[in-house]
């Protein structure tokens, strides 16, 4: 299966809620990034995670790294409508991105 | 000005033709790929060039040869096109020769529709 898996496959939120996915991986990493995807639209890299950071902010995102438990998490906190996208992380190992998130911000 | 850009966007042909996708990235970037996203929005890598070598080929049909004329352009020609090839197709650049240390860019994507 792929490196990266994220999870949950879908999230839906009502506007100001805050939104949290997750990432797995398979083997060791240097480095993870995340990424959004506006529908109709290509990838926008949002942040690059180094495995020797725990936690990495940027505006209303948040991601965290636990590299004991091969994992990542993105948080979005007072979710807009504009965050309504899919997003995907992408490990340094990985040659190909998973199916994403798919994250809904009902108004 | 458009970071990485693809023409066309939009491409519909028949089963069995043959059909070209350009790219072209204005960024300096060393290294630029080719996904294919298909209809459950997996984005696989299929090819990456590195200053105009191959350095990715990932299991891709032979009828898809991806050509880099320059550092600036990797184009994509698919021979005999197949229902499956359906997808939308991203190219994107990067500033790095792996890449994956590196922020991608990718370009606003071409939905390839083969009926």
């Known amino acids: 299966s792929q490196q990266g898996e994220e999870d949950p496959q879908a999230l839906s939120i009502q506007e100001g809620e805050n939104a949290t996915m997750n990432c797995s991986y398979k083997?060791?990493?240097?480095?993870l990034q995340w990424y959004r995807q506006n529908s109709g639209r290509g990838l926008v890299h949002l942040i690059l995670?180094?495995?020797?950071?725990r936690e990495k902010h940027s505006g209303r995102l948040r991601v965290t790294l636990d590299t004991s438990k091969k994992s990542s998490s993105l948080l979005i906190t007072a979710s807009r409508a504009a965050d309504t996208a899919s997003y995907f992380c992408?490990?340094?190992?990985?040659?190909?991105f998973g199916a994403g998130t798919t994250v809904t911000v009902r108004a | 000005d458009t970071a990485v850009s693809q023409t066309p966007k939009y491409l519909v042909t028949q089963m069995g033709n043959d059909k070209s996708i350009k790219c072209e990235q204005n960024?300096?970037?060393?290294?630029m790929y080719w996904y294919k996203q298909d209809s459950k929005k997996f984005l696989k890598i299929m090819f990456s060039?590195?200053?105009?070598?191959?350095?990715i080929n990932e299991t891709v049909p032979n009828r898809f040869s991806p050509k880099s004329p320059d550092k600036a352009h990797l184009n994509l020609h698919i021979n005999s096109l197949e229902l499956g090839d359906s997808a939308v197709y991203f190219c994107?650049?990067?500033?790095?020769?792996?890449?994956?240390?590196?922020?991608?860019?990718f370009g606003p994507g071409t939905r390839l529709t083969v009926t």
């Open positions: 060039y590195n200053n105009k070598e191959l350095i």
């Open positions: 960024l300096g970037h060393d290294t």
């Open positions: 992408l490990s340094d190992y990985k040659l190909s």
């Open positions: 994107a650049s990067s500033q790095g020769p792996r890449g994956f240390s590196y922020e991608q860019y």
């Open positions: 995670i180094r495995s020797n950071e």
């Open positions: 083997t060791s990493i240097n480095n």
